[in-house]
């Protein structure tokens, strides 16, 4: 498997709280993407890298920004969370082309 | 338009089957196309290449055509594991994000 891990796996948090979410990988891609899934909407891209502090939003990123100060790290920040955005998030990485691999997701509940 | 369209289903087809997906895309600039797999709660993962001539893994054939702007993935003798969700991918360069369709639910039945 490659090398991503995703943390926490499971959270829940309160309306208006900052959550961060992180990404890290072992492999050394310079292709870095937080996706959130939903029931009825597939994989929506919210931020994606392709490189240190190179950065750039996708389809759903309203309510979320997005650091990566080292090529392992790709965090993902709710600056005041809502219950809109309880989902469960994944992360993945890439070398390029279009082949992506997973982490196991982390699901967050916004109350 | 979506960039990536998919049929969400559900398809539900016996063991044995033999069931075809398709999966369009608006940009006709694409040039990378994939097909992941996604089990229930859990992460997607690489199913296939999609390349000009077509491929084929097994039982898995995947194809593309250009001209109508989609790719398709068949399945036959269907399996009851080959319940999942089936992603296509698109990507335009080996630069650019990869954009997923919704994906397509398949539940093989006895």
């Known amino acids: 498997d490659a090398g991503i891990t995703q943390s926490p796996r499971h959270k829940v948090t309160e309306t208006g709280t900052p959550v961060t979410l992180r990404c890290h990988q072992t492999e050394n891609h310079r292709y870095m993407y937080w996706y959130r899934q939903d029931p009825g909407h597939g994989l929506r891209l919210i931020h994606y890298?392709?490189?240190?502090?190179?950065?750039d939003k996708g389809e759903v990123s309203d309510g979320y920004s997005v650091s990566r100060s080292k090529t392992e790290d790709f965090l993902l920040t709710l600056e005041s969370a809502t219950s809109s955005q309880t989902s469960v998030y994944f992360c993945a990485i890439s070398r390029g082309s279009g082949e992506a691999f997973f982490g196991q997701g982390t699901r967050l509940t916004v109350v | 338009r979506k960039e990536v369209e998919q049929d969400p289903g559900p398809f539900n087809v016996p063991e044995g089957a033999t069931v075809a997906f398709n999966c369009t895309y608006s940009?006709?600039?694409?040039?990378?196309f994939f097909w992941y797999r996604q089990d229930c709660r859990k992460e997607p993962k690489l199913l296939m290449s999609v390349y000009s001539s077509g491929n084929e893994d097994g039982r898995f054939t995947a194809q593309l055509n250009r001209a109508s702007q989609y790719i398709s993935l068949l399945i036959r003798d269907s399996k009851l594991s080959d319940s999942a969700t089936y992603l296509c991918?698109?990507?335009?360069?080996?630069?650019?994000?990869?954009?997923f369709g919704p994906g397509t639910s398949l539940s093989v039945i006895p």
């Open positions: 940009n006709s600039a694409s040039q990378s």
């Open positions: 890298s392709y490189g240190v502090k190179d950065t």
């Open positions: 991918v698109v990507t335009r360069t080996s630069y650019d994000k990869v954009i």
